[in-house]
């Protein structure tokens, strides 16, 4: 493997390294086929939001520029984030219930006589 062709690699650890909580959790693997460079990208779980982005901009910024680099390499790279909770988000704590009560307590300013 020359420097030309692990390019794409390290151009995107280099990437995912400066947007993670844990930068030594992240791990690259790069596999070649017919079908082109595919970069399997491994993170902490923890920083799978940061990596993805809403809605997934974040991850599909990324998914281009690769396709910049690989043009320039005349190669089609692909990214593969690795998910270990296979799309399962971890479950949110219970959202606190507000009373539907409209009053409100006024005494502390009804002495002002505004």
Do not use: C, H, W
Not at 22 to 48: F, H, N, Q, W, Y
Not at 51 to 62: F, K, L, P, S
Not at 68 to 88: E, F, M, Q, T
Request: aromatic share 4%.
């Amino acid at each position: 493997m020359t420097m030309s062709e692990n390019l794409d690699k390290q151009f995107l650890e280099s990437i995912i390294k400066s947007i993670v909580s844990v930068p030594d959790a992240v791990t690259v693997e790069r596999t070649v086929d017919e079908r082109g460079v595919l970069l399997t990208l491994k993170i902490d779980p923890s920083d799978m939001g940061f990596v993805i982005g809403r809605r997934g901009q974040t991850a599909q910024a990324i998914r281009t520029l690769l396709k910049v680099v690989g043009a320039r390499n005349n190669s089609r790279v692909n990214l593969k984030i690795y998910d270990p909770n296979n799309g399962n988000r971890p479950e949110r704590p219970e959202r606190r219930e507000y009373s539907q009560d409209n009053t409100i307590d006024t005494s502390a300013i009804d002495d002002l006589k505004i």
